[in-house]
């Protein structure tokens, strides 16, 4: 292990940092230290990861050392012996925390009970990217708390839960099983999350999981518990960039620092994270479900009415909620097929207020949207967890509510009324268009309460709410008071268009840029894009002596360097086939030894 000062943090290094190394962990410090963001850019190959990792670690060690150096000073009620050796120890000691927790310009050190914590939220694109960043942790010195948030597909070894075939059956029955201490792996997690196992050890999902078999606990709810008291949290980005996902699983942004890795797919998610395409045949399955329970609820109460049981506030709902929720539903598909769709099949495009306008005229507004919502998750749970034969069934309601997290996702004031509706029309786009030849394969659906009011056919039509401003995402993550983003990989390129486009203000962005004429890690150069904005034909000064780029044995080096970066792509796609590939044995082992278990009980 190499240990060295940057910007007056101590960092410990794997090895001995190449220099560019050494730039990018300074620019990571200087933004943390200074609470500002930052867009960085660095080569595939350059070390980024695990030099992302020791700068954060080390900045927060000595942030929260200078804190709590403050507290002990103010405990003691200061020094007794100003010119004494404890009194010198103590100014030498406070200024070289201060110096490394948030730069030269803080003045005096921090006292108060009170000893802020930041959290680092690591975010990848996926899971075997964030299972790379625990590898390359594990080969640190830093050994701090963490989690790994994923969801019940992959931490979950409920075989029943497994069993069930779409993520939102899993959830509610998930949810069924842990509300009645139905989940024997659940209930042992009171006295197993203490255990050395789980809370000393750098756990990526495939450790959880292990652990959770051996252990009979879940995996899936001690992630969650392990998250409480971390350091460090890893998640995909949909788990960070949609605001129910991190409602689920508490996590928390004010005051924590955000990291992005891998961030050249940051644009495409934030867009897709906030977008939704809603069919007539989503809204039928809506219907649909809806009378089920509708015929279902009528019935209980009629038998309670018989059995004179008046204790209808017991019940998760009651027949009137269930008919305004089909009328709500029926009003949307009445609104959507009066739309004028032109012939062509080109569609019609609206601004993103109209959104608002549509379900408003359906009565669904943002005072009346948190009412709506709990009733459709109580709907979609009973379907999904009853024994009654519904299992599976609430695809549309799953749906809908999914539409109401997206169009209603701002909870603040500021963001009612108006300025939503203007801030939807900037960034949004509605498109509404149909589908030739759906309503000829689909059975009509007749319906008593309007069959004598319905035309013989119904226009098929795809509602889209199309997001085309990434920076909307990114900026609710910004009003949730978050110390730091960090935004970084291997292409960014131009810096300014990126930073525009994600509206990421008062940052730095900053690149790593590599020479192709060598593999020596010294021959890349940090520069600041604010600072030294790239133009066409500007020609970046590097500190090693250029070698020629016509010469030949320049371009069999480029040709070889080629050749290998395409067989490294290659093996890297082997590697994720295998991966794939392994987990399919694990599934089918399991339910090997499943059916064996029920044929051990059988006789």
């Known amino acids: 292990m190499a240990s060295f000062k940057c910007r007056g943090v101590n960092i410990e290094f794997p090895f001995e940092p190449y220099e560019c190394q050494k730039n ?14 930052a867009i960085l850019e660095s080569p595939t190959g350059t070390g980024k990861t695990v030099s992302l990792l020791c700068s954060t670690l080390a900045w927060r060690r000595a942030y929260i050392a200078t804190q709590e150096l403050g ?14 050796e404890g009194s010198n120890f103590r100014q030498e000691l406070s200024k070289e925390l201060k110096e490394g927790a948030t730069g030269s310009g803080w003045g005096e050190v921090q006292e108060g009970n009170f000893v802020d914590r930041p959290r680092i939220i690591y975010a990848s694109r996926t899971h075997s990217q964030l299972s790379q960043a625990v590898d390359q942790l594990k080969d640190t010195a830093y050994r701090p708390r963490m989690s790994i948030i994923g969801s019940r597909e992959q931490l979950c070894i409920h075989p029943e839960v497994l069993q069930q ?34 809370s000393e050890g750098l ?30 949290v890893f998640m995909p980005y949909n788990y960070l960039l949609d605001s129910k996902a991190r409602r689920i699983h508490g996590v928390e942004l004010s005051g924590n620092v955000v990291i992005f890795d891998e961030a050249h797919n940051v644009e495409r998610i934030c867009e897709e994270s906030a977008s939704f395409e809603f069919s007539s045949a989503d809204l039928a399955s809506c219907i649909s479900e809806t009378d089920q329970l509708l015929t279902r609820t009528v019935e209980v109460e009629e038998l309670n009415k018989d059995f004179r049981d008046d204790n209808a506030a017991e019940r998760d709902f009651v027949a009137k909620e269930l008919c305004e929720m089909k009328m709500i539903f029926m009003e949307l598909e009445n609104l959507l097929s009066a739309v004028d769709i032109p012939a062509s099949g080109s569609g019609v495009t609206k601004p993103g207020g ?36 519904y299992q599976n069934k609430a695809a549309g309601l799953q749906k809908f509510l999914d539409v109401m997290n997206i169009v209603f996702s701002r909870d603040t004031p500021a963001m009612s009324g108006h300025n939503q509706t203007y801030q ?29 009011k319905q035309p013989s056919q119904k226009k098929v039509f795809v509602l889209s709410y199309w997001c085309f401003s990434p920076g909307f995402s990114m ?19 131009p810096l300014s268009s990126f930073k525009s486009e994600l509206r990421i203000n008062h940052g730095k962005a900053s690149r790593n840029v590599k020479r192709r004429s060598g593999s020596n ?23 090693k002596n250029p070698q020629d780029r016509t010469q030949p044995s320049h371009m069999l080096v480029e040709m070889e360097k080629e050749r290998l970066e395409i067989e490294k792509r290659r093996l890297n796609v082997e590697e994720a086939r295998l991966e794939v590939e392994r987990e399919r044995l694990d599934i089918e082992r399991k339910r090997y030894l499943l059916e064996v278990k029920k044929q051990n009980l059988t006789k």
């Open 24 to 37: 990018y962990m300074s620019k990571v410090i200087e933004c943390l230290q200074t609470s500002q963001n």
């Open 71 to 84: 507290k002990c000073i103010r405990d003691d009620g200061g020094s007794n012996n100003p010119g004494g």
């Open 165 to 198: 075939d779409s993520n939102a059956g899993k959830v509610h029955m998930c949810r069924a099983k842990v509300d009645n201490r139905m989940c024997h792996f659940h209930n042992n997690l009171e006295h197993k999350k203490g255990e050395k196992a789980f």
């Open 203 to 232: 756990l990526d999902i495939e450790d959880l999981v292990k652990l959770g078999n051996q252990h009979k606990v879940c995996p899936y709810y001690m992630a969650r518990e392990l998250k409480t008291s971390a350091d460090i």
């Open 354 to 389: 109209y959104i608002f306008e549509l379900f408003a005229k359906a009565k669904v507004t943002f005072d009346k949207r948190t009412d709506i919502m709990s009733i459709v998750e109580k709907m979609i749970s009973h379907l999904t967890s009853s024994s009654t034969g």
């Open 424 to 452: 939807m029309s900037s960034c949004y786009k509605v498109h509404i268009r149909g589908e030739d030849g759906f309503s000829k394969k689909k059975k009509q659906r007749t319906d008593l309460w309007t069959s004598a």
């Open 475 to 493: 900026q609710e993550l910004v009003s949730q008071g978050v110390r730091s983003i960090i935004l970084t990989s291997g292409t960014l390129a």
């Open 521 to 543: 890690m010294d021959k890349v150069h940090m520069f600041d894009e604010e600072e030294h904005p790239h133009q066409p034909g500007r020609q970046i000064k590097m500190t």
